[in-house]
């Protein structure tokens, strides 16, 4: 007879290890004084810009937590013998070894707001992570984007072949969704319940599958400004909304709060986007790890095109301050946060 965990599910399987708990307790709900976790990023803002030091010690919090949440993910999904040691293998290649890990450093971030213990929001980011990973692996693909390189490696499917990629997409989608669902996440199954369906409404059809549908529609024909912010606001900016989302769900935020973090999230992913696509339009392949000029390349509709590099460059600032006003009632301890809606507009990769 199969051995079974407490959870019901068999100890052989691939499935999120439960971390260590930490001793942070929850705040209550609300807007916290200030964060149980991190170094405090203080940031003198100069008409909604965050000081440059603030900046700089952003980029070293973001080094070490995506240490923190590869570490997670190594855990989580450990090598295994068996038929299935190739699968395992191809999940860990996706996902694994780079990354900037924004999206599980924006839901660590934000449930430090709210007295998070980390070893939640870890899993929640490494959540966040997985979902990323298999949407970059099943994108790469020939019938996608058809890109052989991924964060200055060869694509998964080139790696080792495309059935093998799609399943490896296919199994880190389902761990994502058994991270949420497993009672390390939260005791209490009610965030559980509410980060499952967040997700699953930030990936699906209604966010970024739809905006990937939309995006291959799009190539070799002109779309408009509101077409191509409403494909990338899907695409790519639904689950970087969610991510950030994810952190006051874990922190039982109230709706009021909850809103204002979801704004943050949306216009952060917005200016992700523009600057991506600045990015795209003049970085080098070794500068962005993947093959630059794809868009052109492809005709798609783009900020760029749109709006040429200065312009997209304003609108990315512009976004960025629009993030950063979504925490006015927020304190200090949200710096970290407006601190990341700079980076994402001054990055080169």
């Not at 669902?181 to 209604?206: E, M």
């Not at 868009?295 to 798609?300: C, L, V």
Request: charge should be negative.
């Amino acid at each position: 007879m199969t051995e079974t965990t407490a959870a019901g599910i068999p100890s052989g399987s691939v499935l999120p290890a439960t971390i260590d708990p930490l001793s942070a307790n929850e705040t209550a709900s609300g807007i916290p004084s200030g964060s149980a976790h991190a170094p405090h990023l203080s940031a003198t803002q100069t008409h909604g810009r965050p000081a440059h030091g603030a900046v700089d010690a952003l980029r070293t919090a973001l080094g070490l937590r995506a240490a923190e949440v590869e570490a997670a993910l190594d855990r989580m999904m450990p090598p295994v013998p068996g038929a299935e040691a190739r699968l395992v293998e191809a999940m860990r290649y996706a996902t694994l070894g780079g990354g900037k890990r924004l999206r599980g450093f924006l839901a660590t971030e934000v449930a430090d707001l709210f007295g998070v213990p980390r070893a939640r929001s870890l899993r929640v980011a490494a959540s966040v992570e997985m979902l990323h990973a298999y949407s970059l692996v099943h994108d790469d693909l020939p019938a996608m984007d058809d890109d052989d390189l991924r964060r200055g490696q060869p694509s998964a499917h080139i790696r080792f072949d495309e059935a093998t990629a799609i399943l490896a997409g296919d199994a880190l989608q389902t761990l994502a969704f058994a991270t949420l669902a497993d009672p390390s996440t939260h005791p209490d199954p009610q965030p559980r319940i509410a980060l499952v369906a967040a997700l699953a409404d930030a990936a699906g059809a209604s966010g970024m599958v739809g905006g990937q549908m939309i995006d291959m529609e799009g190539e070799g024909r002109a779309l408009s400004l509101p077409e191509v912010e409403r494909l990338h606001a899907l695409k790519t900016g639904r689950l970087i909304r969610y991510s950030a989302e994810a952190g006051a769900i874990l922190g039982q935020a109230p709706p009021p709060v909850r809103d204002r973090i979801a704004a943050y999230g949306r216009d952060l992913g917005a200016a992700f986007q523009v600057a991506d696509d600045v990015l795209d339009a003049t970085g080098t392949a070794e500068q962005l790890g993947k093959t630059a000029g794809k868009d052109a390349e492809a005709g798609k509709s783009t900020f760029v095109a749109l709006l040429g590099i200065e312009g997209a460059r304003a609108e990315a600032d512009r976004l960025a301050r629009a993030a950063s006003a979504a925490l006015d009632d927020f304190g200090p301890e949200a710096d970290g946060l407006r601190a990341l809606a700079r980076y994402v507009v001054e990055r080169q990769n």
